[in-house]
């Protein structure tokens, strides 16, 4: 049995190292095995010639490159080590693009992110919509960007609306929560009559925390007599001493419920409901999808 022949070209890359590749294979590029610089395989300018070592295999880019020494005339065609460089600006300029594109997928995701928080802050409601909305402007911008298909590209965009709409929970919660706390503790220039009721109730509850009934059932059903109790006593202070009381009690009050580990469970609690995470997932899938050219027909 004899082996099958097929056609090889021979060629030199400019470090010295002579090689020879399937004649199949002209036109693509290929890594040099010895000094690594990416070459383009000439076509009609080296000669083709016959190689009965080399397999039948469809050829590859780079495993094709073997150093081999050419028989004695065989054509040798110079291929240059000038796509180095070339590739090199490739490289440069893929990062500078997809830094473009991080840059406006995040104006996008903060874009959308105030848009959120102005919505709930004058509307006093949350529309799931606008968070779906963050994660298409992020993914718009990455697209817009950075021009490229890519994983890459997908993931940065779902990280930058994910930013975008915790930083907008972040802003809808602080807002609600600072507000909240003013609305239960009256002000230092408010009525009398409304601090009275106000150091009326916490000292009601000071009552039943010093009886040590903390069961929330245990302590609405004695609330009403408390309640009486605590009206008793407020009735026996003058208006310096209620104020007095009302700061301190308003400051307890602030410190208790604005504690780190009260606010994180109240945020979680508050802004991360079934509902908030379905359109949470959503925005982000969205943004991944876009980013990551999923709407655009590949070729």
Known sequence: MTDTVIETIALKCICGTNMRVRAAAAGKRAKCPTC??????????????????????????LSDLVPLEPPPGAAIGEARCADAPETMATVVTSLGTFALGTVLSGVGAAIGGVVWFL?????????????????????LGMVFGHKAHTTRAGVTAAGMAA???????????FCLYTAFLNSITPADDSGI??????????????????RGITADEKREAQWDSVYEEATE???????DEVREKCRTYGDDLRASMGGKESMTAAFV????????????????????KIGRGATVKET
């Open 163 to 173: 930013l975008g709409i915790i930083g907008a929970k972040v802003a809808i919660f």
């Open 269 to 288: 609690e508050s802004q991360f409901t079934a509902f908030d995470l379905l359109w949470f997932f959503l925005a982000i899938g969205s943004a991944f």
């Open 193 to 210: 009559n409304e601090q009275r009721e106000f150091v009326t109730g916490m000292t009601a509850e000071k009552i039943l925390d010093a």
């Open 119 to 139: 919505v709930v802050y004058y509307a006093n409601f949350e529309v799931g919509y606008i968070a779906w909305g963050i994660g298409v402007l992020a993914g």
């Open 233 to 239: 006593r407020v009735q026996k202070m003058d208006d």
């Open 36 to 61: 690594g610089a990416i070459q383009t395989i000439p076509g009609s300018a080296a000669a083709p010639m016959p190689n009965p070592a080399m397999s039948v295999q469809s050829p590859r880019d």
